[in-house]
């Protein structure tokens, strides 16, 4: 199917297609003949298909395309891994002379014809006009479906709303239910685009589910979903009936059991038993997702005690070889902290996990190994899944439901068929297998609708940051900024979900009018009734709100009168019981008096922990030396505190009475009690339909207030942004603000917490320190815990814990700023790398480092410690480049040369 734009007719004159067909080892599929068809017709094009058809022969056509030319072609990837990948195969097909690389920390012939890079090197060199991009002809965009990523998803759209209109866009992406709306947006922006949609999967995939030892068809292809249970039905497909009769057998047997007895009883089928189950099935080589790093290694473990073998003495002999050409350079003294022997042996016997906590050097060869056929179970988490090349002939799923970061929720269809999609070979397999393992709770039915589901729409993630907003000003203005950020596909979905909302409120109009006919018309009686009515609800809610509005003010008061060092109960919210005052607030609006508890927690309270006044139980004279932002200061104050032996009072009932002037309530119940419209018999069914119909009223009244702010929430966000910006001096004021020389160096600043590190460059709390002690503190604005305990960290040296800090009470402005202009605030410093990047930076060994964040409270990963590190040099890099101090530039710039050594120096090139 296409899109907007015509796709040439497949009989129409394609030579170049024709030559570069010519030059494969098999024929182009329709979807992938029509996309290059379109291309080298002078249109963009847009592929969406499944994992595993083909879309990057696209791509590779437009490579083609670039060099017949002579002009160029930049193709882009999400991450480095995949830039690396797609790296090697056009060298493999072009040869090195005519392909380069370009990953921020890699740099080879990049003015090669072609070049491969990750999408934010190729956003960075359009704010920057580089003359790199002259010649350019065509850039291919792979995996553009991530624009959805929340983190890093604006990325695609800055770079599609930046290129020269005269490139040609091939934007590769995964099967989406709406790639006519993000193929119609394309068109808007970027002119003339093709749409080629393809959901037919080159490899059929049949669906299973394992219960106990035995494998079951999930649908059973023989039956009409109407003869059919609904509980076996879903979306018009049929469970198999065997499956569906073994499930309630067991779900009878070890789901009541596995219920009665809080969930202890119910054994599923061990790891190894299903693997050993899928060889026998001949469904190896197979890729298990575990959702959990540690469920990944304990899976690993789980098959060596098993004795299980996959493997040949040869296929033994050529793995160890393999891993010995992977592991050449990392230092020896490391491979004990890195697990060498144990996982050399499980790979020997065909048998690996992968992980993001994996060093990328074992990674990469669990990788090759897979691919060559000579490892054959993986147990990985779903980072496998997004884009590395790495099919299986089945897949298996554990659970279907995962930890998104903030809750265990169950796998969407979208996820289900990204995970289930590396399943079947190309050019090898017949067909794929997806095997779900049954436990108590997973009903055969819920799988098939996650199984036969279509429908991923494609949701833009675009949203004005400070970074982009000074190099939108530096490149084009505010006006023009405004309108790139109206162009953006964010407000394309915005605008169009505006015109919904206008057809609902259409709707709704007209079925106001039938009811205002209903009632006598806006004159009647019982209008003017319903009209007291909903007046005198109003009324004792605004008296009611009144109420609580005193309440709150009493409380507001009694928190602004505290001082540091009084006791105080914390009668509602979370944190009821004791606390003890360290920096109070004297905000007579919003009062957050910052408090350490008698349990050891530390945080700000707000009035609504607060519905009776504060009240001082007494006083505690703080330890001078504890700081209640480490582990160790908090417990030396609730340590303290408790020691004082005081016992919060009883809560106090919170008054019911009544208070403040209550004459317009009992006037408006007058007027009712005696209002002509009681006369009419039917007056409480018509007073249901007035309350309706004010209801009803109500709600357009919201939806033109929500489609008003929809239309131009990105401005007025980008409008707030320019007004911080202009007060700090990274823009100047006035209609038309334009970038200050501070400004220039935001610019040049591409992290998260982008405005954070420019206040540490402009006010220079970071000069003085060695290029440890920046390292140290520099990772504070990159690392984030994966747990919720907060690392006990001091700093190892006197400057390290000064800029700290500074860094944090930087921070602390600069979010005060933000909620005053009501943006999205600046993550908080994680202290949690600190101590390891010292360690690390000032020449110690991985084992040392690593013990150096164990003990103070941060469990790494080598392969973890390896991407802080790798992300740590990324930001030093920018700090070098960018910071006015000549001597903290040259610090950065040691820095970066400190860390990139051992094993972050053999990863560099993947990490």
Known sequence: MTGPADTPRA???????????????????????????????????????????????????????????????????PIKALSNQKYADLCARHGKDAVGLLTGDQSINPNAPVVVMTTEVLRNMLYASSTTLIGLSHVVMDEVHFLADRFRGAVWEEVILH???????????????????????????????????????????????????????????????????????????????????????????????????????????????????????????????????????????????????????????????????????????????????????????????????MLPAFRHTVEELFVRGLVRAVFATETLALGINMPARTVVLERLVKYNGETHAELTPGEYTQLTGRAGRRGIDVEGHAVVLWQPGVEPAAVAGLASTRTFPLRSSFRPSYNMAVNLIDAVGVERSRALLEMSFAQFQADKSVVGATRGIERNEAQLAKMREQLGGADSEIFDYVRLRAELTDAERQHERKKRQDRRQASVESLVALRPGEIVAVPAGRRTGLAVIIDP???????????????????RLSAGDFPTPAVVLGRLKLPRHADPRTGRGRRDISSALRSKGL?????????????????????????????????????????????????????????????????DS???????????????????GGEDPATTEAGGRLARIYTESDLLVAECL???????????????????????????????????????????????????????????????????????????????????????SLLAAVATGTELSPGDFVRWCRQLIDLLDQIRTTAQDPALAKAAG??????????????ATAA
Not at 18 to 38: E, N, S, V
Not at 585 to 603: F, L, N
Not at 667 to 688: G, I, K, S, Y
Not at 894 to 907: E, K, L, M, S
Request: hydrophobic share 40%; proline share 6%; with cysteine.
């Open 163 to 357: 290129l020269p209109e005269d490139v040609r866009l091939v934007s590769l992406s995964a099967t989406v239910s709406n790639a006519e709306e993000f193929g119609e947006w394309m068109t808007t922006v970027r002119g003339d685009t093709s749409v080629v949609v393809d959901e037919v999967r080159p490899i059929p995939l049949h669906q299973h589910m394992m219960v106990g030892p035995r494998l079951y068809d999930l649908f059973d292809a023989r039956a009409e979903p109407a003869d059919t249970p609904a509980t076996e039905r879903r979306r018009g497909v049929v469970v198999d009936p065997e499956l569906a009769a073994q499930v309630r057998r067991r779900a009878s047997i070890d789901g009541d059991r596995w219920q009665s007895r809080g969930r202890g009883t119910f054994r599923p089928i061990p790891r190894p038993d299903v693997i050993a189950r899928l060889d026998a099935e001949g469904l190896l080589p197979a890729i298990t997702f575990v959702f959990s790093r540690a469920g990944c290694d304990a899976a690993v473990s789980q098959c060596l005690r098993s004795g299980l073998h996959l493997t040949t003495d040869e296929e033994a002999t050529e793995i160890r070889q393999i891993v010995t050409e992977h592991t050449r350079e990392l230092p020896r003294a490391d491979l004990e902290v890195l697990g060498f022997a144990s996982w050399r042996t499980a790979l020997e016997r065909g048998i690996a996990a992968h992980h993001a906590g």
């Open 714 to 732: 990105l401005a007025r966000t980008f409008e707030r942004i320019v007004l911080l910006l202009s007060e700090r001096g990274y823009l100047t």
């Open 894 to 907: 040691r820095a970066v040369g400190a860390i990139r050594r051992g094993v972050v120096a053999v990863d």
């Open 585 to 603: 607030d004297h905000d007579v609006t919003d009062p957050r008096p910052y408090v350490v508890t008698a349990d050891g927690w530390s945080g």
């Open 647 to 711: 016992v919060p009072p009883r809560r106090a009932k919170r008054s019911r009475g009544g208070g403040g002037d209550t004459r317009e309530i009992d006037a408006l119940r007058r007027a009712l009690r005696t209002h002509p419209a009681r006369e009419n018999p039917d007056v409480e069914a018509l007073a249901r339909v007035g309350e309706r119909y004010n209801r009803l009223l109500r709600d357009i009244e919201h939806q033109r207030r929500k489609a008003a702010a929809t239309t």
């Open 11 to 77: 009989d129409a004159a394609a030579p170049q297609l024709d030559a570069f067909a010519a030059g494969l080892a098999f024929p182009l599929d329709p979807f992938q003949q029509q996309a290059c068809r379109a291309l080298e017709g002078g249109h963009s094009v847009l592929v969406c298909a499944p994992t595993g058809a083909g879309k990057t022969v696209v791509g590779e056509f437009a490579v083609h395309l670039a060099l017949e030319a002579g002009t160029k072609c930049f193709y882009t990837t």
């Open 762 to 848: 402009r006010t220079g709390v970071w000069a003085g320190l060695s290029p440890a002690e920046l390292a140290a503190v520099v990772s504070t604005v990159i690392f984030e815990s994966r747990g919720d305990d907060v690392p006990d960290v001091r700093g190892p040296t006197g400057p390290i814990r000064r800029a700290l800090a500074d860094t944090v009470r930087l921070c602390d402005e600069l979010r005060a700023d933000e909620l005053r202009h009501r943006l999205p605030t600046t993550r908080e410093p994680d202290f949690g790398f600190v101590t390891a990047a010292y360690t690390w930076a000032g020449t110690a060994s991985l084992t040392e």
